[in-house]
DNA sequence: CTATAATGCAATCAAAAGGTTGCTTATGCA
DNA sequence: TGCATAAGCAACCTTTTGATTGCATTATAG
């Protein structure tokens, strides 16, 4: 399953904080997303990597820089796919009380 | 963050299919998730650990079988993590198309 | 034109993850 | 009582992960 990238991608506090970096700002430098983790450049660098192989982010060179995209279909799946769990979970609780309710 | 424990524990194909199998079915015992999942009963065992370790599911001994139970929680909190990020997003999203139709 | 800032690449290392085998324990059923 | 089944525990092994250091490259600012 390719969503279980997407959620190892998500299972690090690092990765965690870069993605809600760059949700909320506009336009990052792998610098400034990588800035202020308490880990050195090029470990940032690794996770940020993760990030793009799980299609959750896309890096676009420009000049000097590269900056740092946020692709949120990717988050969307993820989202869907757990959505889904629970409607099924629900509707699985909910045969249940019917059949208790009936005796 | 705690919720990266929660997806670092979905980011597995073979928990992935675990959790879906426990929402499809009532009650399953160890045996039960760990069936045709292509490892042997030991390595299943491992994974259905880390997602008790993640509490996202329980186990509940009864006699000689171990159930192992869905916790929907937290599923639900990386669920609802993920909507959050979409919003702020999307708003993010909505303020730049207002910034450029002001012009 | 040169110094500095942003990035890339490679080697290295310890720790964790994923998986296995072998053996033990305990429960339920005939 | 005896045997099959469910599960636990421990040791072990290989690969991946998370992080580091050191050095090379490239582009922009003065």
Do not use: N
């Not at 990765?15 to 760059?22: F, G, T």
């Amino acid at each position: 399953m390719a969503l279980a990238e997407v959620f190892r991608a998500l299972g690090d506090p690092v990765r965690l904080e870069m993605v809600q970096r760059l949700v909320k700002e506009e336009s990052c430098t792998i610098s400034a997303v990588s800035e202020g983790l308490g880990i050195t450049r090029q470990g940032a660098r690794k996770h940020l990597q993760v990030l793009v192989s799980a299609r959750i982010v896309q890096l676009e060179p420009k000049g000097r820089d590269v900056y740092v995209l946020l692709a949120p279909e990717r988050l969307d799946e993820a989202r869907a796919f757990i959505a889904e769990l629970e409607a099924k979970w629900d509707s699985r609780l909910d045969a249940l009380k019917k059949f208790v309710e009936k005796g």
